[in-house]
Nanobody
Framework: QVQLVESGGGLVQAGGSLRLSCVVS????????IGWYRQAPGKQRELVAR???????DYADSVKGRFTISRDNAESTVYLQMNSLKPEDTAVYYC??????WGQGTQVTVSS
């Protein structure tokens, strides 16, 4: 059974940084793309960043230059380093594996 567990969310002031982690159980992690998504109140869930099995990355325009996604296949973990945070980054952040499996989410709140 595949399970994803996010951590690292919290409350931070604008301009601050957070690092999110998503640990994946099961054996399929290294063979699949994994992404970070976010959903703000009243808005649709959106893709923030994605990394495929070869390490190639994609980012939403709104986070380019501020967020960095990375993966550690040995630890079955994906990270999202978030710098220069803005109030509009406030959302629940989810990881998603293989376009199929979701974690439970972690709240990120950026105060102005």
């Amino acid at each position: 059974q595949v399970q994803l567990v996010e951590s690292g969310g919290g409350l931070v002031q604008a301009g601050g940084s957070l690092r999110l982690s998503c640990v994946v159980s099961g054996t399929i992690f290294r063979f699949n793309a994994i992404g970070w998504y976010r959903q703000a109140p009243g808005k649709q869930r959106e893709l923030v960043a994605r990394i495929d099995s070869s390490g190639s990355t994609d980012y939403a325009d709104s986070v380019k230059g501020r967020f960095t996604i990375s993966r550690d296949n040995a630890e079955s973990t994906v990270y999202l380093q978030m710098n220069s945070l803005k109030p509009e980054d406030t959302a629940v952040y989810y990881c998603r594996l293989a376009e199929r499996y979701w974690g439970q989410g972690t709240q990120v709140t950026v105060s102005s």
